[in-house]
Structures are given as C-alpha cells and as structure tokens.
Nanobody, 122 residues
Framework: QWQLAESGGGLVQPGGSLRLSCTAP????????IAWFRQVPGKEHEGVAC????????HYDDSVKGRFAISRDYAKNAVNLEMNNVKPEDAATYYC???????????????WGQGTQVTVSS
C-alpha cells in the first residue's frame, strides 16, 4: 500500500506557526484529494484539513478553521499544511493521506506513514 511522507514537525510555542509538508515519490498528489490527520496517544486519527483533487476546494475541522491552511505545491508534488496561532491542543502526530473525497476521510487510498510530531510548548 502506498504511503505518503510527512515532514516539518517540531517544537512550536503557543501562538506560533509551523509548516508541515506531505510528499509522495511514487504518487502524483494532484490526482487525489489529500487530507491531513492528527493523532494523540490513545485516540483515533482525526481529520483536520483536506483539499480536493480537481477544484482544490479546502475543508477544515472546526478546531483549526481560521488558523490552518492546506495548499498544494504542484512543482514539488506536495501538499502543505500551514499551522498558525498554534494552540496546546494542536500537539499531536500529523499524518497525510490520499482519500477518495474530502467528505469521506475514512476511505483512504494510502496507508499511514511515519507522521511528523508537533509539540506545543513555551
């Protein structure tokens, strides 16, 4: 099963910003809806943002709406997640995945990669 590669995580202060990147060496991400998920220990993966394949429509969970922005970098075959005004509750391991549609995040075409850890601390 294909896996995507996440990067860009790290330590960020509350109110700070971080940019995560999702890449795929063997998959053209522009052909798929791509979603970012996050997971904290003991909980299920939670979808936080998604960008559709054709129109590039973006969707956000209410918890990150207005703070996070998902976008495509076609030149780099990447999908980025810009995290702004980060809050302590944003701390998690972040994953990206190709999904059948942004309204169907449970239907993934790709498996879970290694993820990238986001730690929020002052």
């Amino acid at each position: 099963q294909w896996q995507l590669a996440e990067s860009g995580g790290g330590l960020v202060q509350p109110g700070g910003s971080l940019r995560l990147s999702c890449t795929a060496p063997d998959l053209t991400l522009a052909n798929y809806a791509i979603a970012w998920f996050r997971q904290v220990p003991g909980k299920e993966h939670e979808g936080v943002a998604c960008i559709s394949s054709v129109a590039g429509t973006t969707h956000y969970d209410d918890s990150v709406k207005g703070r996070f922005a998902i976008s495509r970098d076609y030149a780099k075959n990447a999908v980025n997640l810009e995290m702004n005004n980060v809050k302590p509750e944003d701390a998690a391991t972040y994953y990206c995945a190709a999904v059948s549609a942004c309204h169907a995040l449970g239907n993934r075409y790709t498996g879970w990669g290694q993820g990238t850890q986001v730690t929020v601390s002052s």
